[in-house]
């Protein structure tokens, strides 16, 4: 199997790298060697790997910057996913690709299930809404795992933001009116490959192709989040000048930024783990592993 894996040096795309190996010849990518933002480079390059699948967990995620770049992150978000998409469908691949939390407008009182409307706040999450939408009408095969809080091991994230702020300031704000569930990008590419390989195995006429909601279990905020790391680091050694019973929780009002966020981010992934019998753990077991490498 020919694999073609965008957004090698993301988060996620890192860890792809690593679960992805043992299933085929992996042809990895980031932005010197196709930008993605250019709708004839994306194709050009299909055209020229050919590849049996793809899988694109690139994305332009910079949430409050894409409000004053919609047309970029357009072109990233939605554009770049549809052409992968019609070529997908051209060749007869097929294409897993990772959507956001951030296409609901957080307004609901339960977790977001795969079918309920979608109401995107900020240009992040209607450019990501689009390119699901878009990518679901080019390619019949398709996979969209849909996720939140993408922390990992590799590259800049909330987890590392916070022991670099605990050590250097004398006082934390974090929001505490915002929910979700943190989850671990080993989580997300160890699933991935647990699914691809299963594929080859079973054959592709027995994948449940579609949109799932892929998330760690049980739920947070960013306040809980932010403890949780500072909490693991105090326990590890590691001399912060903020310790977590001094992070104050504040309102979002409190902490307006450029793009609005939902309040309620979490997600059900109930038909994700019954589709694929696949259990998901929760949220603090996959951080500890991320803390582990990085403290």
Known sequence: MKILLTGKNGQLGFELQRTLAPLGHIFTIDINECNLADPEAVRALIRKVKPDLIVNPAAYTAVDKAESEPELAKSVNSIAPAI???????????????????????????????????????????????????????????????????????????????????????????????????????????????????????????????????????VTTWHGFACFVLEQAQKNGLSLKVKPEMVKPIAT?????????????????????????????????????ILQQIL
């Open 84 to 218: 992968m998409a019609e070529e997908a469908q051209r060749i007869n691949a097929w294409i897993i690709h990772y959507s956001t939390d951030y296409v609901f407008d957080g307004s609901s009182t339960r977790p977001y299930l795969e079918t309920d409307s979608t109401n995107p706040l900020n240009v992040y999450g209607v450019t990501k809404r689009d390119g699901d939408l878009a990518l679901q009408q080019a390619c019949a095969r398709h996979l969209i795992f849909r996720t939140s809080w993408v922390v990992g091991a590799h590259g800049n994230n909330f987890a590392k933001t916070m022991l670099r702020l605990a050590s250097e300031r004398e006082s934390l704000s974090i929001v505490n009116d915002q929910f979700g569930a943190p989850t671990s990008a080993a989580l997300l590419a160890d699933t991935t490959a647990q699914i691809i390989g299963r594929a080859q195995r079973d054959g592709l006429d027995t994948l449940p192709f579609g949109l799932y909601n892929l998330t760690a279990s049980d």
């Open 253 to 289: 009002a409190d902490y307006p930024l450029p793009a609005k966020r939902p309040a309620n981010s979490q997600l059900d992934t109930t038909l994700f783990q019954s589709t694929f019998g696949l259990t998901l753990p929760d949220w603090q077991d996959g951080l500890n592993h």
